[in-house]
Every structure is written in structure tokens, then in C-alpha cells.
């Protein structure tokens, strides 16, 4: 069974850049998860979808982050425009519920 | 917010030798997750742990749960390099209404050959 998969795993933009990241979540999983880890800090929860719903978006930082899952399958998350401070890997799990989670190996973006 | 302190931050041993990674919280766990990450790959959830006092093995790795419920342990018996890694502690259920995981900033553990 394939697991969950992120693209792209790398990215390098400028400030002011639109970037658009992928997760595609193991097949029948209804929630999905996005979480960002930037350099020195812990891995920090961003949201969480039930399916097409967005059922936590406190983690979110600004509203310059902006996520999406049409049809309840495949997320996207864009950055617009990107700053410096976005820099970080960004993690997309899937999972039954929240003590089940399954992690991609993140995008690993880098805005200069 | 709860935080998850874990430590020591970095490990560095050699190849058969015995060791210990803590997680600690101020706040009571409702549960607790332990995960382990390889450079390029997500977190891999190894053990979650519920009741205090509770113990888990997972072959040469014991997993302690704190009988309050504020702290954890992970010992790894006869080290091997495939132990190499960073582990994560995780609360599942961190209060203030998010739904996602809380983490700790993980210990660095390298074994060398």
C-alpha cells in the first residue's frame, strides 16, 4: 500500500513567490493533517481536514498560507506571497484519527 | 500551550552500550506518542502509551509511561547504527482545542559503528 507522498521534496523560491505544495494521502484516510518544522523549533501542527472540511485551522499562521483538499482527496497548501520566515519542512500526515497519523516526507521549502 | 521537554537534545554513542531519552510535560498527558524520524523521511510512530505506569517493548526498545502521567522514558538495550535517528515524543491530545499533534523538539541519537 502506498504511503503518503509530498511534492515537490524540494523547493527554493524568492520572498515574494507563490508556492504551491502537494500531499497526496494513503487511499480512504479522511483526515489529513499539515504540520511545518522550522530550523530549531519542534514540529508544529498547521490543519486539519475531515475529508473536503477544514475541521482546525488554528494552527495557521497568517493568512497568507492557504490550504485546500477538493473532493476529499489530495491537499494542496500555498504560500502567497512567501516571506523568509516560511522557511521550514513541511509535513502532511494522514491517518483514521488523531492517534493515527502517517507522515509524508515532507517539502522542504527554502525562500531567499 | 502545553510543552513537551525533551532531552538530552543530542546523544552520541558507540555500538552496544545502553541509553535513556526522556519526554516531560507540565501538564498531565492524556497519552503519548514516541516517533522516529530518518533525515528525508516523515515521522514513524513507534509507540503510543495511555495509562500511567504503563510499559511497552518493541524489541531492544522499553517505553515507560510516568505513573502521573507527566513524563516518559525510552531505553534502548545494545544500541545498533540502525537505531540512528531523531525520536519524538507527541501528544495526540494537547488541549486548547487544536486537533493536531503537539511535539517535542526530539533527542538526536547517533550510534556509531
Known amino acids: 500500500e502506498a504511503g503518503v507522498t509530498q511534492f515537490p521534496s524540494h523547493s527554493v523560491i524568492e520572498k515574494g513567490q507563490t508556492v504551491t505544495l502537494r500531499c497526496d494521502p494513503i487511499?480512504?484516510?479522511?483526515?489529513l493533517y499539515w504540520y511545518r518544522r522550522v530550523m530549531g523549533k519542534e514540529i508544529k501542527f498547521l490543519l486539519h481536514?475531515?475529508?473536503?472540511?477544514?475541521?482546525?485551522e488554528s494552527g495557521m499562521p497568517n493568512n497568507r498560507f492557504l490550504a485546500e483538499r477538493t473532493g476529499g482527496t489530495y491537499s494542496t497548501l500555498k504560500v502567497q506571497p512567501a516571506e523568509l520566515e516560511d522557511s521550514g519542512v513541511y509535513f502532511c500526515?494522514?491517518?483514521?484519527?488523531?492517534?493515527?497519523?502517517?507522515f509524508g516526507p515532507g517539502t522542504r521549502l527554502t525562500v531567499t | 500551550t502545553q510543552l513537551l521537554e525533551q532531552s538530552p537534545q543530542f546523544l552520541s554513542i558507540q555500538e552496544g552500550e545502553n541509553l535513556t531519552v526522556y519526554c516531560n510535560s507540565s501538564?498531565?498527558?492524556?497519552?503519548l506518542q514516541w516517533y522516529r524520524q530518518e533525515p528525508g523521511e516523515g515521522p514513524v510512530l513507534l509507540v503510543t502509551?495511555?495509562?500511567?505506569?504503563e510499559v511497552k517493548k518493541l524489541k531492544r526498545l522499553t517505553f515507560q509511561f510516568g505513573d502521573a502521567r507527566k513524563d516518559s522514558s525510552l531505553h534502548i538495550t545494545a544500541a545498533q547504527p540502525g537505531d540512528t535517528g531523531l525520536y519524538l515524543c507527541?501528544?495526540?491530545?494537547?488541549?486548547?482545542?487544536?486537533?493536531?499533534?503537539?511535539f517535542g523538539k526530539g533527542t538526536h541519537l547517533i550510534i556509531q559503528p
Open positions: 500526515a494522514s491517518g483514521q484519527g488523531p492517534r493515527e497519523q502517517y
Open positions: 487511499s480512504g484516510h479522511d483526515n
Open positions: 481536514f475531515v475529508k473536503e472540511s477544514k475541521q482546525d
Open positions: 501538564s498531565v498527558f492524556s497519552s
Open positions: 502509551v495511555v495509562t500511567g505506569g
Open positions: 507527541a501528544d495526540p491530545y494537547s488541549g486548547g482545542g487544536a486537533d493536531g499533534l503537539t
